[in-house]
């Protein structure tokens, strides 16, 4: 069996739970069993599959038995917490974004993204290091093949998404904004569980406006491959539109998106981003929005993304327990 311990809290942390749900559905495709622990404040029952289990595991950190590996995706477990879990297995595994701290030498490296290009882990010191866009965890609706995605001439449909809390509250403004820039393009704006001060009924008097809320992975997928252009924050989701081919305008939402979006500058698929604590970052937009308008510059992008996120994610399971 697989032990998963991760964290999803109001203000961030959906990233990390659905990355263990599409790490733990690659166990499953291999007839491993798997268990997920997630540390949260939230009360909704709603937002868990049946299978993941609310605990505190860096308070109650006693197993009861060993596991065939453990695999951590946390931003607030310390290295004395993973050197703790070590003991209960031969594969401990890091998933990790940013470098964010000195973890136990032996244990395996993941950065399944585009941080995997930018920051350099010590070979010596880790077991195994699977680092880069080609191991992105995508959840199984992701990882399938589909239709291939037609690139429109216009901008007929716009996708809003600010990630699971949207931290900056954005997303009122950008309704605004991109109603103002493109007022007869349909704006379709994805409201995360974690959302606290968003009000739909301030947007009744924007017709082309639609709301979507807990949206499962089938829907989400089904949504991303119908827009022509999609605004999003710079932490999973960008994975997600890679492999579907979706075009796309980051905002920084968040430090550790840092690495993924340098990956993007870097890998040539960008070459800027929005970041909303730099001046008039409106103006910023609507440059972005002017030159992403260009069919030819949007097929462009579509052809690169799909070319790096080759998805390797079967690869995983091997890597980790041979």
């Known amino acids: 069996m697989v032990l998963f311990l991760t964290e999803y809290f109001r203000l961030n942390g959906l990233g990390h739970l659905r990355r263990c749900i599409a790490f733990s559905e690659l166990f499953e495709s291999k007839g491993i069993k798997k268990q997920i622990l997630v540390n949260t404040d939230h009360e909704d029952a709603d937002v868990f599959h049946t299978d993941i289990k609310q605990q505190n595991w860096l308070v109650h950190k006693q197993l009861e038995t060993k596991y065939d590996a453990i695999i951590i995706d946390s931003y607030r477990a310390q290295a004395a917490d993973y050197e703790h879990f070590k003991q ?9 974004d940013d470098n964010r ?12 993204g585009l941080g995997g290009l930018i920051y350099q882990y010590d070979p010596n010191r880790f077991k195994k290091i699977l680092a880069g866009p080609e ?21 007929e449909r716009i996708l809003i998404t600010m990630g699971g809390s949207d931290p900056l509250h954005l997303t009122s403004k950008l309704i605004q904004f991109y109603h103002a820039e493109f007022p007869s393009s349909q704006l379709d704006v994805i409201i995360g569980p974690g959302f606290t001060d968003f009000k739909e009924e301030e947007f009744i008097h924007v017709p082309t406006l639609k709301i979507y809320k807990n949206l499962d992975a089938r829907s989400m997928c089904d949504l991303m491959i119908k827009v022509d252009l999609c605004i999003t924050a710079g932490g999973q989701t960008i994975y997600e539109l890679g492999k579907l081919g ?10 550790n998106q840092l690495g993924n979006i340098s990956g993007l500058v870097k890998s040539g698929v960008i070459e800027s981003f929005i970041n909303p604590s730099m001046g008039d970052f409106l103006k910023s937009l609507s440059q972005l929005n002017q030159k992403l308008a260009d069919v030819a510059i949007r097929q462009n992008m579509s052809t690169k993304l799909k070319t790096i996120f080759q998805n390797k994610s079967l690869d995983i399971v091997g890597s980790i327990l041979n």
């Open 88 to 96: 209960y297995t031969n594969h401990l595994v890091a998933i990790d």
């Open 101 to 112: 701290i000195e973890y136990p030498s032996g244990c395996i490296i993941y950065n399944g």
């Open 135 to 155: 191991y992105a965890l995508l959840r199984k609706e992701f990882r399938e093949n589909r239709e291939e995605k037609k690139i429109n001439q216009n901008l």
């Open 246 to 255: 979706i075009p796309f305008i980051v905002i920084q939402t968040a430090e």
